[in-house]
């Protein structure tokens, strides 16, 4: 079975202060993709980064950073230097390799405070 | 248009009723889900179209829910003899076939039974 765990519910931080987010997966096949998704307040779901399970690679991109590490079936994602923009609810994902759908996670919602 | 366009934004009815909602892809996107998502919770996967037709329909609740996408584009989900418990937001993505794709999402189609 497929299955994505989010352990963190509710997460409050002061501006500027870094996060992590952890996602912990689960899955039979040996290709499969991970996904970070972003909901703000207003509604609709944003994508943030993918990852392929062959590519574990680690990834910098701006204020985002992505830890990915299959030994542990742990995809985790870092906000440096938080803003107040930053404040929405965040999903991991995870599509197998034979599927269409996304798996998600019950989503952790981040709070930043000015 | 640019992005996902889910119609009505809100749909309030009455239990037993039967409701339409609407989802218009990105253009060109062959890929089509359908997820509900209730308060609190991850989206849940609902049905998955490749083209016109279903390629997975497995997270279809029951036979009151059903959607049809008869021309590869536009879809529409429908359901039967509406119930208390299918409040939710109903979402609608679309995509690229193929693992390594994203999945782009509309604002959702609240849905209210009383």
């Known amino acids: 079975a497929q299955k994505v765990t989010q352990a963190q519910t509710e997460i409050s931080v002061v501006e500027k202060e870094d996060v992590t987010l952890d996602c912990v997966y689960e899955t039979r096949d040996t290709t499969y993709y991970l996904f970070w998704y972003k909901q703000p307040p207003s509604g609709e779901l944003v994508f943030l980064i993918r990852?392929?399970?062959?590519?574990?690679q680690n990834e910098i991109s701006g204020r985002y950073s992505w830890n990915f590490q299959k030994s542990t079936s742990s995809f985790n994602f870092t906000i440096t230097a938080s803003q107040v923009v930053d404040s929405a609810v965040y999903f991991c994902a995870l599509k197998g390799g034979s599927q269409g759908n996304l798996i998600f996670g019950k989503g952790t919602k981040l709070s930043v405070k000015p | 248009g640019a992005g996902v366009s889910q119609t009505p934004s809100n749909k309030v009815t009455e239990k037993g009723k039967y409701v339409e909602l609407r989802c218009d892809p990105i253009?060109?996107?062959?890929?089509l889900y359908w997820y509900r998502q209730s308060l609190g919770q991850g989206p849940e996967f609902l049905i998955y179209?490749?083209?016109?037709?279903?390629?997975?329909d497995s997270g279809l609740p029951n036979d009151r829910f059903f959607a049809v996408r008869p021309e590869g584009s536009v879809s529409t989900l429908k359901i039967q003899r509406t119930e208390r418990g299918d409040s939710a937001v109903y979402l609608c993505a679309s995509s690229w076939v193929g693992g390594n794709t994203e999945a782009f999402f509309g604002q959702g189609t609240r849905l209210t039974v009383v």
């Open positions: 990852r392929n399970s062959f590519d574990e």
């Open positions: 179209f490749q083209g016109t037709g279903a390629a997975d």
């Open positions: 253009s060109g996107h062959t890929a």
